[in-house]
């Protein structure tokens, strides 16, 4: 608090009003991922608040915005269906256990993204490679424009004028006619102030600004001509509208559910996605905001924070989430850097539902829907077009696919699988540069000088590299220039001394680093005889025994 307190002066304007366009922005955002998740849009706005106002105070990268967002909004379809399904079979029944069920599975996301955060997990996140860094942005940006395409859509009435169903949900069809025409022309003005006012000042946040101004042209056309709303998506949507009350406590999930190994088994797995792709969102957002402001968050605290959040409104009634994406750019691209602008969102989110949910519901839709175009436009990385042709192909292949499967699936994945690819090629690729220069000494000893690193990938071409059966009977392997990285390097130069003694031949190694003697006299203490060292040994460390052999660098620094 202290930190929030002394870091506002310096940008207060700025962050005060970039946070309240992103309030304005969160609005259609967190209904739009409640509809999705089958709850009351009410839940959606209160998760929106929570999550904003404790990530903001307490979270590792100021000016990032969290809220309710559409990845897990997907996932917790399945559970609150589900949680129904039980509440429909009891004797009193519950029409909204699973809504119950939700805020339980809440607390449990929120222990292990605390967890994750107290263990130092999130450091995790700089392993991700840089192109699947830009087949994210480039997926998130398309996956952010087809959202808002759905907002040139209506809900298809019946001949009774309700909502259509067809295979278990509601038909949309698009805008016609003039409805249609003012909705383009309202979401273009929104873009051309957003991209021409900077150019005259930059006092004032041009994404506000567009807001505004679009939303006094539409409630002076309300009356005229049909446009869409705030107030009529919620009501469209089978909302009653945006207004509310404070967020409060949940005892019927104590009281209506029954905390036992069942309740465990079903909540878990539901826990378990949640978190994660709250996570991987949270961090590659954080990542994100560190290239646009080029300054660096802490991602543990991040972790322990969104964990933090989660587990208030599973407390308090609020759907849970995670870093928003879209609402982080339209902050920081609005000025928004410090913690105040994540804090003004939130607060000014919780005074709509309080006190302006009549003027809220005012503001057209178009206007927030041109924001998010712009922030599309800004989003995507246009160079990726230029670079493609240039960089390695294993890299291009890793953009496009991360990009595509974002769009297909969601970013959790896309980015688990990015991820895994190019570990498998950086992997192939190190694994094809084992070499062995051979060579006689007058003695007649046969040396195999071994360059090349010697890990599980590149076991099998070292093994393939002695002559067993016809070497000489001595034998020298000298690791000068290679380096030993994991168990299966340390098992594959046993396999082959092995090898060469069975056959009655005298191997010496040279140049192995102190662990990786360790870990070979530990399987065999016989090898104390064949290894020698030496002054010239490289010092580094073998992924195995880990505990036993790692020494903390700051221990190193002071001499211990």
Same mark, same amino acid.
């Given at each position: 608090?202290?930190? $929030? ?5 310096? =940008? ?61 909004? %997907? ?67 398309? !996956? ?129 996605? $949640? ?95 041109? !924001? ?15 670079? $493609? ?29 990015? %991820?895994? %690819? ?47 059966? =016809? ?52 399987? =065999? ?36």
């Amino acid at each position: 608090m202290y930190e $929030l307190v002394r870091k506002t002066t310096k =940008n207060a304007k700025n962050d005060i009003l970039s946070g309240l366009t992103v309030a304005l922005a969160l609005v259609p955002e967190a209904v739009a991922f409640a509809f999705v998740a089958g709850i009351d849009p009410l839940v959606g706005l209160y998760g929106a608040f929570m999550m904003g106002l404790i990530t903001s105070i307490f979270g590792g990268r100021p000016g990032m915005i969290s809220g309710a967002t559409g990845a897990m909004a %997907v996932v917790m379809v399945g559970l609150i269906k589900e949680g129904n399904a039980i509440g429909s079979q009891m004797e009193i029944p519950h029409d909204n256990l699973g809504l119950q069920y939700l805020f339980l599975t809440l607390l449990l996301v929120g222990v292990i993204q605390i967890s994750a955060g107290v263990f130092k997990l999130g450091k995790f996140v700089r392993l991700i490679p840089h192109s699947v860094m830009m087949g994210f942005v480039n997926g998130l940006a398309i !996956v952010i424009f087809l959202s808002q395409l759905d907002m040139f859509k209506k809900f298809k009435l019946d001949e009774q004028g309700n909502r259509l169903i067809e295979n278990g949900g509601y038909v949309k069809e698009w805008l016609t006619g003039s409805t249609m025409t003012i909705m383009i022309a309202l979401v273009f003005l929104t873009m051309a102030i957003m991209y021409f006012l900077p150019k005259i000042t930059k006092k004032i946040p041009a994404a506000l600004t567009a807001i505004i101004v679009v939303s006094a042209i539409g409630i002076a056309l309300l009356n005229h001509f049909d446009i869409s709303t705030v107030g009529s998506f919620i009501r469209d949507g089978g909302g009653t509208g945006l207004k509310g009350g404070l967020p409060t406590f949940q005892s019927e999930t104590f009281t209506w559910i029954p905390l036992n190994i069942d309740t465990l088994k079903l909540i878990f797995p539901y826990a378990l996605i $949640l978190a994660a792709v709250g996570l991987i969102e949270s961090l590659m957002t954080l990542n994100l905001i560190d290239e646009l402001t080029d300054t660096r968050g802490n991602s543990n605290r991040e972790c322990i924070a969104q964990g933090g959040a989660n587990i208030v409104n599973g407390l308090f009634g609020g759907m849970g989430g995670c870093a928003m994406i879209g609402q982080s750019l339209i902050n920081v691209n609005s000025g928004g850097r410090g913690r105040l602008s994540g804090v003004t969102a939130a607060l000014g989110l919780l005074a709509f539902i309080l006190f302006a949910a009549p003027l809220i519901e005012q503001v057209p839709i178009a206007a927030l829907v041109g !924001v998010m175009f712009m922030v599309v436009i800004g989003t995507f990385a246009w160079s990726s077009f230029r670079i $493609l042709p240039k960089i390695p192909k294993s890299d291009a292949f890793v953009l496009i696919l991360v990009s595509v499967m974002t769009v297909i699936f969601d970013l959790a994945i896309a980015v688990i699988t990015g %991820v895994i %690819v190019s570990a498998l090629v950086f992997a192939w690729e190190n694994a094809k540069r084992i070499r062995a220069r051979k060579k006689i000494k007058a003695d007649g000893t046969k040396v195999y000088e071994i360059w090349g690193p010697l890990f599980f990938g590149s076991v099998q071409a070292f093994i393939e590299k002695f002559d067993i059966a =016809n070497d000489p009977q001595k034998v020298e392997i000298d690791f000068i220039e290679s380096k030993v990285t994991d168990h299966s390097g340390i098992e594959a130069i046993k396999n082959v001394v092995e090898k060469y003694e069975k056959l009655g031949k005298k191997v010496k190694l040279k140049h192995l680093s102190p662990d990786c003697d360790a870990l070979l006299i530990k399987a =065999n203490p016989h090898f104390k005889e064949i290894i020698e060292t030496d002054i010239d040994d490289p010092r580094y460390y073998v992924v195995a025994d880990i505990d036993e052999v790692l020494i903390d660098e700051s221990e190193l620094v002071k001499g211990n």
